[in-house]
């Protein structure tokens, strides 16, 4: 447990200096003061003229349900068509990277008794 945690603490405590490092070389770079992101907030803020309901709304249902549906739709695509192949290669159940069947499953059990 002592040697996990070393591992892991060592690992977050590297990848936070290097985070921290890579931001201010950015910064330095572009020129690009540290009020960046207060700076588009207040851009943001003062497009809606302080409708924060309206922020409120697009920013807990709708970004996150356009995500959803957007990643989710892609793969229903996937699983109708099998293409992209690429994104059903490596599934891990066996024997399912086929495409989905296109009739329901009491359908075609009707079907096969004829």
Request: aromatic content about 18%; some cysteine.
């Amino acid at each position: 447990m002592r040697k996990t945690a070393f591992i892991l603490g060592s690992g977050l405590l590297l990848f936070v200096a290097f985070w921290n490092s890579v931001t201010w070389h950015l910064q330095r770079f572009w020129g690009a003061s540290g009020y960046f992101w207060q700076a588009q907030w207040e851009r943001l803020l003062s497009t809606y003229e302080g409708k924060e309901w309206v922020l409120y709304i697009i920013g807990t249902t709708q970004v996150p349900g356009l995500c959803f549906w957007s990643f989710n739709g892609l793969l229903l695509v996937v699983d109708t068509t099998g293409k992209p192949n690429f994104i059903s290669r490596y599934r891990i159940q066996v024997g399912k990277n086929e495409p989905a069947s296109q009739t329901w499953p009491h359908l075609e059990k009707e079907i096969n008794k004829e």
